[in-house]
Antibody, heavy 120, light 114 residues
Framework: QITLEESGPTLVKPTQTLTLTCSVS??????????VGWIRQPPGKALEWLALIFWNDDKRYSPSLRTRLTITKDPSKSQVVLTMANVDPVDTATYYC????????????WGQGTLVTVSS | DIVMTQFPESLAVSLGERATINCKSS????????????LAWYQQKPGQPPKLLIYWASTRDSGVPDRFSGSGSGTDFTLTIRSLQAEDVAVYYCLQHHSSLEWTFGQGTKVEIK
């Protein structure tokens, strides 16, 4: 059974750096084809894809947020970390991590999400 | 950038009737190497993460009722709910995962009961 759990701060001040962790169980981040991504959803709004990292360390970023995002993984801890620099109130959202088990498949397992509020 | 445009933004359908949601991509999402469209459909209910319904444009994920079907290829896709049930009230999103640089969601379609 594959499960994902997001963790991180619930409140961040503007201009700070947000660090979120996705803990994955039931799946090795080193298995060929496995990818873990981050998606966010502002309250009442649509899903927005942010970043994705594959088992071979191939990384992809949203073009509009590329300069602010960094995604890394630690297979030994089964964790994927997303950092977002210089946050703003418009970054207030529920942040989800999700996994794909093959490079030709979309996200099939999702965490429950974590709400991050950016406010002074 | 690949832009995914969903329409309508919302629709109200009577129980037992058909619901049709469209998704148009600014670029083809057909992978020539395996002839598969890298287009997925998700269902999201309030307070829940999205749930995968359809992948490769028309393949139902395990356990998804057969009243859900996907069609289309290249840049134009459709999700059809054949006979709307009360539990199908949700927001539906398309996702392209073809690009080697980025994945992109549509802006969502809200389905309600008329």
């Amino acid at each position: 059974q594959i499960t994902l759990e997001e963790s991180g701060p619930t409140l961040v001040k503007p201009t700070q750096t947000l660090t979120l962790t996705c803990s994955v169980s039931g799946l090795s981040l080193s298995t060929s084809g496995v990818g873990v991504g981050w998606i966010r959803q502002p309250p009442g709004k649509a899903l927005e894809w942010l970043a994705l990292i594959f088992w071979n360390d191939d990384k992809r970023y949203s073009p509009s947020l590329r300069t602010r995002l960094t995604i890394t993984k630690d297979p030994s801890k089964s964790q994927v970390v997303l950092t977002m620099a210089n946050v703003d109130p418009v970054d207030t959202a529920t942040y989800y991590c999700a996994t794909t088990v093959a490079t030709n498949l979309p996200f099939d397992y999702w965490g429950q999400g974590t709400l991050v509020t950016v406010s002074s | 950038d690949i832009v995914m445009t969903q329409f309508p933004e919302s629709l109200a359908v009577s129980l037992g009737e058909r619901a049709t949601i469209n998704c148009k991509s600014s670029h083809s999402v057909l992978k020539s190497s395996n002839n598969k469209d890298y287009l997925a459909w998700y269902q999201q209910k309030p307070g829940q993460p999205p749930k995968l319904l359809i992948y490769w444009a028309s393949t139902r994920d395990s356990g998804v009722p057969d009243r859900f079907s996907g069609s289309g290829s290249g840049t134009d896709f459709t999700l059809t709910i054949r006979s709307l049930q009360a539990e199908d009230v949700a927001v539906y999103y398309c996702l392209q995962h073809h690009s080697s640089l980025e994945w992109t969601f549509g802006q969502g379609t809200k389905v309600e009961i008329k």
